[in-house]
Nanobody, 117 residues
Framework: QVHLVESGGGLVQAGGSLTLSCVVS????????MGWYRQAPGKQRELVAT???????NYADFVKGRFTMSRDNTKNTVYLRMNSLKPEDTAVYYC???????????WGQGTQVTVSS
C-alpha cells in the first residue's frame, strides 16, 4: 500500500502564506509525478498543481503566480508553497500520485487550509 500524509494546513489571514507537505510512503519503487488537489465545502475536488518526476510544474490558472509546487525525491515528499492566499483558497488540500494524468493512490486525509478575510 501507498500512504499519503498531508500536513501544514492551518488558519491564515488573507494575503498570508502557508507551506503544505505531502509525505509518500509504502510500496512504490520511486516517487513519480505528483499533484496537489483541493476541495472546498460543497464543491468538487479540483487540481491545483502538478509536478513531474524531473520537477516540471503546471498550475491551475487560479493559483498561477501565487503557489509553487516542489519536491524532494530523497524524502519522497512534495510541497506546495502558497502565497498571497485568498479566502477562496479555503479548502481541504490533498496530494496524490499521477500517471497519465490520473491519480493512482488512495486519497489521504488531506490538510485543512482556512483563509480569513
Amino acid at each position: 500500500q501507498v500512504h499519503l500524509v498531508e500536513s501544514g494546513g492551518g488558519l491564515v489571514q488573507a494575503g498570508g502564506s502557508l507551506t503544505l507537505s505531502c509525505v509518500v510512503s509504502g510500496s512504490m519503487f520511486s516517487l513519480g509525478a505528483m499533484g496537489w488537489y483541493r476541495q472546498a465545502p460543497g464543491k468538487q475536488r479540483e487540481l491545483v498543481a502538478t509536478i513531474t518526476r524531473g520537477g516540471n510544474t503546471n498550475y491551475a490558472d487560479f493559483v498561477k503566480g501565487r503557489f509553487t509546487m516542489s519536491r524532494d525525491n530523497t524524502k519522497n515528499t512534495v510541497y506546495l508553497r502558497m502565497n498571497s492566499l485568498k479566502p477562496e483558497d479555503t479548502a481541504v488540500y490533498y496530494c496524490n500520485g499521477l500517471s497519465g494524468g490520473s491519480t493512482i493512490y488512495s486519497w489521504g486525509q488531506g490538510t485543512q487550509v482556512t483563509v480569513s478575510s
